[in-house]
Structure formats: structure tokens, C-alpha cells
């Protein structure tokens, strides 16, 4: 059983704006800043697009975007395209010095 | 660039042993740790533990551990990791990532390729 609660599954029309929660703790997403998101296509390594709840890596399109409340953390995408379509992962720092991963959210670009 | 390149895909019998390199280029090796991640089939990727690769402590997710280790070969800036008696369940893409931040179980800036371990008699 995951640790962070994360829906299966979401979709969304090219264009179109999703967003995918990623539900915690106090002893996790809600005591800490360092939530981060994953993208992960089938076959291939994960990407980091948001770490420390907000800040995207260099090269991460401005299309992602992260925030946070309490204990729920989200990952918006803007402006979907054909290729977001992946799996997406949210992971927090734990007390204990654990990281801990949601579940995953499958994205469908109809 | 930074790479983090992994050994090649394993078949093991239950009970046996698998180690699985991930060999690092293109950075300090001493100045970022490194996090192995696991992807059962079908599954979410679950968080094994970390190394650092500056004085190789180790901190490991309890059910692994006593089954787990983690080591750094600083001379070859190459990690390495560990699983001992093998059973069905420890079928996974392992996957090796680099922590962002130096001694912060923040981020993982960089994955290697992954690594298909197969536990089957």
C-alpha cells in the first residue's frame, strides 16, 4: 500500500489543463517542503519535473507547475500535449529519513 | 553529460543473490548520494534506501533490511546494490537515481536506464 494517495487515473483533451493530487501525512507531504514529481513513460527512466513542492529542474517546460496544501500536494499540466501522456509519481521525504512514493497516476491524452 | 549507466538484466533462482552496478559519469561522484528505486510489474515505484557516496552511510526502508546493501566504489564512481534470498516478490526494474541535493533525501535529478531483475525457479 503506497504511503501517498494519488488517483489512478486521469485524462484530459489537448489543450486542457489536469491536475493530480498526491495525498499525505503530517509526517510527510504536510511536515515537509520536498515533495517531488515524477514523469515516467513505459520503458524508460523517470524524469524529475518538480521538486521542493514548486521548483522545476532546468528544461522542465513551464507547462508543470506544483503546489501545496496542508497535506496534499498537486501536479497541474497546461496546455496538455500528445506526449504527456505517461505515468505520473509524487514522492515526499519522511520522518524516519525516509522517502516515500505514491501510487501513480495514469495520464490519458484523449 | 551526467550519467548514470546500469548493469545488464538478471534471472536468479529463489534464494539466490543479485548485484546490480550503476556506473556514474559527467559529475563529482563524492558530492551527490545515490538512491536505488524499485518498479515491481505493474506496480508504482516503491523506495528502497540511499548511500552516500562521500562517507558510504547507508539508511535502508525497513523491509529490506538485514536483505539489502548499498555500497559506493568511490576509485570507480560506481554504486552498487545488494539483494540477498531472492524470492518471486523481488521481481522489479531497479532502477539507480542520483540525489539533487547533496545529503538531502530531496530529489532525484538523474535515473540510470534500469534493471530487470527476475526471481524465478
Known amino acids: 500500500q503506497p504511503a501517498l494517495t494519488q488517483p489512478a487515473s486521469v485524462s484530459g483533451s489537448p489543450g486542457q489543463s489536469i491536475t493530480i493530487s498526491c495525498t499525505g501525512t503530517s509526517s510527510d507531504v504536510g511536515g515537509y517542503n520536498y515533495v517531488s514529481w515524477y514523469q515516467h513513460h513505459p520503458g524508460k527512466a523517470p524524469k524529475l519535473i518538480i521538486f521542493?513542492?514548486?521548483n522545476r529542474p532546468s528544461g522542465v517546460s513551464n507547462r508543470f507547475s506544483g503546489s501545496k496544501s496542508g497535506n496534499t500536494a498537486s501536479l497541474t499540466i497546461s496546455g496538455l500535449q500528445a506526449d504527456d501522456e505517461a505515468d505520473y509519481y509524487c514522492s515526499s521525504y519522511a520522518t524516519g529519513s525516509i522517502l516515500v512514493f505514491g501510487g501513480g497516476t495514469k495520464l490519458t491524452v484523449l | 553529460q551526467v550519467q548514470l549507466v546500469q548493469s545488464g538484466a538478471e534471472v536468479k533462482k529463489p534464494g539466490a543473490s543479485v548485484m546490480v552496478s550503476c556506473k556514474t559519469s559527467?559529475?563529482?561522484?563524492?558530492?551527490?548520494?545515490i538512491s536505488w528505486v524499485r518498479q515491481a510489474p505493474g506496480q508504482g515505484l516503491e523506495w528502497m534506501g540511499w548511500?552516500?557516496?562521500?562517507?558510504?552511510?547507508?539508511h535502508y526502508v525497513q523491509k529490506l533490511r538485514g536483505r539489502v546493501t548499498m555500497t559506493t566504489d568511490t576509485s570507480t564512481s560506481t554504486a552498487y546494490m545488494e539483494l540477498r534470498s531472492l524470492t518471486s516478490d523481488d521481481t522489479a526494474v531497479y532502477y539507480c537515481?542520483?540525489?539533487?541535493?547533496?545529503?538531502?533525501?530531496?530529489?532525484?535529478?538523474?535515473w540510470g536506464q534500469g534493471t530487470m531483475v527476475t526471481v524465478s525457479s
Open positions: 537515481a542520483r540525489l539533487a541535493v547533496a545529503g538531502s533525501l530531496d530529489a532525484f535529478d538523474i
Open positions: 548511500t552516500s557516496a562521500y562517507n558510504g552511510n547507508t
Open positions: 521542493e513542492v514548486t
Open positions: 559527467g559529475y563529482t561522484f563524492i558530492n551527490h548520494g
